[in-house]
């Protein structure tokens, strides 16, 4: 270990202990899903689909999340624009729709999940006590609590680990910051209760996991895209993007990995613009991306959601469209978080 790495690792030992000894636990079950390198392993997706299938099997959900780069400290209420925030009893003075007060994520999560409380608060279990206070709920729907980017929030005690494991770029290099792509030793995914492998089916990866940690459940998950959507909400079928010449553009970890979405469609992709992890995107941005797609003579701008999330404020072209994912896994992955759920709470 390099000293720059013991000195991270130091910092990091002491938060751990310090925060496990100070941990606390919300009255419901929580589901943390989270990962253990820095970068996009898909946990926005996965946290989506996740409180969707919750709401088929008759649970009311609850987002908690840190709320990466919104300006807004206390708990508050993510309102995605134009859909009302169901149920709440607070002060409608918590309630923000502004991505940079919010940050992308959170909109994007309540944007997508209608009617579902999306609570942006670096103290997940102060938010959840905030929920308690500010909301109604439907006591034959039994409420859960799931915790986005939750692995290393050792404050609140959770029910179910979840943990994913990107399978094009597991550990990085294998080192932890500021070095490697770790947020802690590769070990520490003895605390997970699931593992579940994202972006690719990596067998030898599964072996890995499987022989290092023996009976822990390991899944697959893939990312299917399912259309096109613009700004002001037209849709877009996976055949009506065929042969469609694309410029395409985000701010996202890995840009590499819708790069590759990308080339899966029948699209011509004349351009490909990267800009860093959550831009802030601006008039001058848009500007330069319509000229640049009038030089490559382009029909459509492709993007991601959460790139969309932060252009629907400026004025861009109708031309400019999102892709629409949906995160997938098996059945048997639900079911196995759910009994533990049910298992739990008798």
Not at 275 to 285: E, K, Q
């Amino acid at each position: 270990m390099t000293p720059l790495e013991l000195l991270y690792y130091t910092g990091y030992v002491l938060k751990k202990k310090r925060s496990f000894r100070l941990q606390r636990r919300l009255p419901y079950p929580v589901i943390s899903i989270g990962n253990i390198t820095v970068g996009g392993t898909g946990k926005t997706p996965a946290t989506i689909a996740v409180a969707e299938e919750s709401i088929r099997r008759g649970f009311t959900p609850v987002i908690l999340t840190r709320g990466y780069k919104g300006k807004a400290k206390g708990p508050c209420v993510v309102s995605g624009r134009r859909l009302p925030v169901r149920n709440y009893l607070g002060d409608p003075r918590s309630i923000i729709q502004d991505v940079k007060d919010a940050g992308d994520e959170p909109v994007l999560m309540a944007e997508t999940l209608k009617g579902v409380p999306v609570i942006k608060s670096p103290n997940r279990y102060e938010g959840g006590i905030f929920v308690l206070q500010s909301f109604s709920f439907n006591a034959s729907a039994p409420l859960i609590f799931i915790l986005d980017d939750g692995f290393q929030h050792w404050g609140l005690y959770r029910d179910i680990d979840i943990v994913l494991v990107d399978g094009l770029n597991p550990f990085g290099n294998r080192r932890m910051l500021p070095l490697g792509s770790l947020r802690e030793p590769i070990k520490e995914l003895r605390r997970a209760d699931i593992l579940v492998i994202t972006r690719q089916r990596n067998e030898q990866l599964a072996v890995e996991l499987r022989g290092i940690w023996h009976g822990k459940p390991v899944y697959f998950s893939e990312y299917n895209v399912t259309g096109a959507r613009s700004r002001t909400a037209a849709e877009f079928s996976l055949e009506a993007l065929r042969d469609k010449r694309v410029l395409a553009f985000c701010g996202i970890a890995h840009p590499e990995s819708f790069e590759q979405t990308l080339s899966s469609l029948s699209v011509q992709l004349a351009g490909f613009k990267i800009y860093r992890d959550h831009h802030f995107y601006t008039s001058a941005d848009v500007d330069y991306l319509d000229r640049l797609g009038r030089s490559l003579n382009c029909d459509l701008f492709l993007t991601t959601e959460k790139d969309m999330v932060k252009l629907k404020t400026l004025k861009i072209p109708d031309t400019v469209c999102s892709l629409q994912m949906e995160w997938n896994t098996d059945a048997a992955f639900y079911d196995d978080v759910f009994k533990r759920i049910v298992a739990g709470s008798k």
